[in-house]
């Protein structure tokens, strides 16, 4: 049975490694990991990560791939068995937004959005399972958006509730194997997210009442790394995002449907 995942000499790949979350993953991992892997698309970005690395404990390899296409993560996992790098650990972090209504969203970036929080993170589970060893751990990045259907964002929200349903299902699946699976739903955290999730005419996304569930990238990844290394099946980062989460996941569906309507109208 997993009972926890020991951070401890851990040999890790985390996706979406250049910015926000996956840089923090990396930077509260580097300390204890044997070894990480650092994957995203923007070369520099992920140098500018490494490079804050230096002196930390863990070996870092940085591998640039667009994980939202076959090729790129076909490149991965080429990438990792040229350099012998045999991980027990995949954080599953990279992910997208846009902010906007479904009807006018660009049909590449809906597709992209499925290949990057769908495909990649169930694909790269799929790929890495065999390789992660009898103490493995898989962290995966969900959101609170995963606990409700959300107008303006439909199609992030519920690819969100996907990972979240798969993760707990996994969880269970792979506990006699000796395999740790975390699922981590975060609030709205000050990262990159926002920005790439706007379009370039389109409004932000509407935040009011976010004040109260933001907290720091630093703070979300050390719960998630907590609950990872607990055992912890599902996380909500904060004392303000684990209410809301509570609130949402128990709340009856008529009334979540008057409340998404009142706020899409501006009430
Ligand atoms: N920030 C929030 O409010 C919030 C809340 C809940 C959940 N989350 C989740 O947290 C995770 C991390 O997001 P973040 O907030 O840290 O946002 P971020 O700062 O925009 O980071 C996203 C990361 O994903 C990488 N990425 C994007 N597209 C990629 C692709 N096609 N292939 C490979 N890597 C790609 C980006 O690197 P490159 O651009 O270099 O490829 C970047 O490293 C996501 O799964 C997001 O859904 C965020």
Known sequence: MANGFPLENCRAVITGASSGLGAEFAR???????????????????????????GQKATILCCVADLATDEGRAALVTFLAAEGFEPNLLVNNAGMGDYGSFLS??????????????TAL??????????LGKQGGILNVSSLAS??????????????????????ALAIELSPRGITVTCVCPGPTPTNFGKNAKRPDGTDTNRDGQGL????????????LQALQTGRPCVFPGLGVSIAGRLFRHMPRMLMRAVLRRRQRGD
């Open 28 to 54: 509260q991992l580097a300390p204890q990991a044997e070894a990480l892997v650092l994957v995203a698309r923007r070369v520099e970005a992920l140098a500018e990560v490494k490079k804050g690395l230096e």
């Open 213 to 224: 569930l933001r907290i720091p990238p630093a703070q979300v990844v050390r719960e998630a």
């Open 122 to 131: 169930t694909m790269l589970t799929h790929a890495l399972l065999p390789r």
């Open 105 to 118: 969203s660009s049909p590449d970036k809906t597709r992209s959005q499925i290949e990057l929080n769908i």
């Open 147 to 168: 606990t409700l259907p959300m107008p303006d964002l439909a199609v992030y929200a519920a690819s969100k509730a996907y990972v979240t349903s798969f993760s707990e």
